[in-house]
């Protein structure tokens, strides 16, 4: 009686893990839609996606589709393996604000973010997350890590919005992947 209980909770934290997970890869499913629309279709407006676009919408769905597959896969690994049962509710909570930074910013500057968005969700959030589980001891340096990226995604970020940093957009994309990577490493400690 005692081991099916025990089981039954570790399928019940599967269960939550999963969700969280999925919750995450839908958002960034919905954020490729948005980043893709713009390279593609010249817009972010619905309209253009499904009145203008033409041929270029199998772009846009392929694109789309390629993140939400890799989410799934990558998801239905993750949550089975055990270096991450101490760490996962932390690497989410990171995972989850760098998502948010970026889903802000693609709204009020599609243009500008969308190729760094592609870059990041084409396989670098997965490379921040497989990082995560290696030192998972709290020291100072992972919290400088992980809070000092975030600081400067954040500032990478909102300098898109100063017109004469605006030239140097290009410049930006291994200072905000770096920063996205190192994020998410640096919260994997207990």
Not at 7 to 14: D, V
Request: net charge positive; charged share 15%; glycine share 8%.
């Amino acid at each position: 009686m005692k081991k099916s209980s025990s089981s039954r909770k570790q399928q019940i934290e599967a269960q939550h893990k999963a969700l969280l997970f999925m919750a995450s890869v839908i958002i960034k499913t919905f954020l490729m839609a948005i980043v893709s629309s713009n390279v593609f279709c010249g817009s972010i407006s619905p309209t253009a996606l499904f009145l203008e676009c033409g041929t270029n919408v199998v772009f846009v769905g392929a694109s789309t589709a390629a993140i939400a597959i890799m989410g799934a896969i990558f998801g239905y690994y993750i949550i089975r393996l055990k270096s991450f049962n101490d760490i996962f509710p932390k690497v989410m909570k990171t995972d989850f604000i760098v998502t948010a930074m970026y889903f802000g910013v693609s709204f009020t500057a599609p243009s500008l973010i969308a190729s760094k968005v592609m870059i990041w969700l084409f396989g670098m959030w997965v490379l921040g997350m497989l990082l995560a589980p290696f030192n998972k001891e709290k020291t100072i340096l992972k919290t400088i890590t992980e809070y000092g990226s975030l600081a400067a995604l954040g500032a990478l970020l909102g300098a898109h919005f100063i017109p004469e940093l605006q030239e140097y957009g290009s410049a930006y994309t291994l200072g905000m992947v770096v920063s996205s990577v190192t994020g998410v490493f640096g919260a994997g400690r207990k």
